[in-house]
């Protein structure tokens, strides 16, 4: 009787870190491929204005797919405020836009190589 729960419990202490292991090494797989998906429906553009008053950045860019739109030119709003101090007129960069509360909005972005 001893000896099985010794064994129990041994394999008990096993198993419960190497599923956790395991866990843990899945989330960030998810996360690698969230990521990834991202990276894919990112668009090239085009900063052509900043008004950092307002928020906004003049964008020319390729089709934004998510949202049904052919490339052109037009006026973003910015998720954070801050990121248009990282541009400058003329800079490429590749982004995200989505509709947020009925504004299209770069939701991500980051410089073109």
Do not use: C, Y
Not at 22 to 40: F, I, K, L, R, Y
Not at 49 to 77: C, E, Q, Y
Request: glycine share 6%; net charge positive.
């Amino acid at each position: 009787m001893k000896h099985t729960l010794i064994t129990t419990l041994l394999v008990v202490s096993v198993a419960v870190p190497v599923a956790s292991i395991a866990a843990s090494d899945h989330g960030s797989h998810q996360m690698a491929q969230a990521q990834a998906s991202v990276d894919s429906q990112m668009v090239e553009g085009q900063v052509k204005k900043i008004d950092k008053s307002a928020g906004k950045l003049t964008l020319s860019h390729g089709p934004l797919l998510n949202l049904g739109m052919p490339a052109m030119t037009m006026v973003f709003r910015v998720k954070d405020a801050t990121w248009l101090e990282q541009m400058k007129e003329g800079d490429k960069i590749r982004f995200l836009a989505e509709k947020v509360n009925g504004a299209f909005t770069v939701v991500e972005f980051k410089a073109a190589q």
